[in-house]
């Protein structure tokens, strides 16, 4: 699994609905027609993935390098991570070809190895009512999204732990993430990438922890989609 911890658009001067973790928060104006986007990052960063949250457009240009965006529907599957080519920069210009975008991350991913640990499965909010004389009355206004459980196993890195700490102002806060899955995981799950809050087995929110002698970590987590 690749994972972007540290997202560089959340220390820019890009306008709040690229960075607001809620999907329904857009920029509703097409970019192109404008001109590209200037974000500044406030510093020069490396970045090689790019979060993509909430957009009707099939590409994204990023400082000249096109991002072809999966046409999956329903939208949601399309929300994730994408590979870029590496870079270093401290601004940058974004346009796609769409007519909206929502939450947009850059940065450098980080490989996790996973595998899954629970199959691929769904969740809703919805909760139907059972009257008194046995009559079904539907949910509304709930919501639903994909759900998987994966157990991470990995080499506890520097650089994931400077991430966090980077990142922590987000993380703190229940932002969700943006992963993509690898080739062999994808053979063992359904889709490619997603925009989920992370919890443990327990329910608490996503934590990262490891054996101080060992450095190793071996823990089941959940993906659980956002919006």
Same mark, same amino acid.
């Given at each position: 699994?690749?994972?972007?911890?540290?997202?560089?658009?959340?220390?820019?001067?890009?306008?709040?609905?690229?960075?607001? !973790?809620?999907?329904?928060?857009?920029?509703?104006? *097409? +970019? #192109?027609?404008? =001109?590209?986007?200037?974000?500044?990052? @406030? /510093?020069?960063?490396?970045?090689?993935?790019?979060?993509?949250?909430?957009?009707?457009?099939?590409?994204?240009?990023?400082?000249?390098?096109?991002?072809?965006?999966?046409?999956?529907?329903?939208?949601?599957?399309?929300?994730?991570?994408?590979?870029?080519?590496?870079?270093?920069?401290?601004?940058?210009?974004?346009?796609?070809?769409?007519?909206?975008?929502?939450?947009?991350?850059?940065?450098?991913?980080?490989?996790?190895?996973?595998?899954?640990?629970?199959? !691929?499965?769904?969740?809703?909010?919805?909760?139907? *009512? +059972? #009257?008194?004389? =046995?009559?079904?009355?539907?949910?509304? @206004? /709930?919501?639903?999204?994909?759900?998987?459980?994966?157990?991470?196993?990995?080499?506890?890195?520097?650089?994931?732990?400077?991430?966090?700490?980077?990142?922590?102002?987000?993380?703190?806060?229940?932002?969700?993430?943006?992963?993509?899955?690898?080739?062999?995981?994808?053979?063992?799950?359904?889709?490619?990438?997603?925009?989920?809050?992370?919890?443990?087995?327990?329910?608490?929110?996503?934590?990262?922890?490891?054996?101080?002698?060992?450095?190793?970590?071996?823990?089941?987590?959940?993906?659980?989609?956002?919006?």
């Amino acid at each position: 699994m690749r994972i972007l911890i540290f997202d560089l658009m959340q220390g820019s001067n890009a306008p709040g609905s690229l960075t607001s !973790p809620a999907l329904a928060d857009t920029l509703d104006r *097409r +970019i #192109t027609s404008a =001109g590209p986007l200037a974000v500044n990052l @406030g /510093g020069e960063y490396d970045y090689d993935a790019v979060g993509v949250g909430n957009t009707d457009a099939t590409q994204i240009v990023i400082n000249g390098t096109s991002i072809n965006l999966s046409t999956a529907t329903p939208l949601g599957l399309r929300n994730g991570l994408y590979d870029i080519a590496p870079a270093r920069t401290r601004n940058l210009r974004i346009s796609h070809n769409g007519s909206y975008i929502g939450r947009l991350a850059i940065g450098v991913g980080r490989h996790l190895g996973c595998s899954p640990s629970r199959e !691929p499965g769904f969740w809703t909010s919805n909760r139907p *009512r +059972i #009257t008194v004389s =046995g009559q079904v009355i539907p949910a509304a @206004g /709930g919501i639903g999204g994909r759900q998987i459980g994966l157990q991470i196993k990995y080499k506890f890195t520097r650089e994931v732990f400077s991430d966090i700490q980077k990142a922590w102002s987000t993380i703190s806060r229940g932002y969700p993430f943006f992963v993509s899955f690898d080739a062999p995981e994808r053979a063992r799950m359904p889709w490619n990438r997603m925009y989920a809050l992370i919890n443990n087995d327990k329910g608490a929110l996503f934590l990262f922890q490891s054996s101080v002698k060992e450095f190793l970590y071996s823990k089941d987590l959940t993906l659980k989609e956002a919006f």
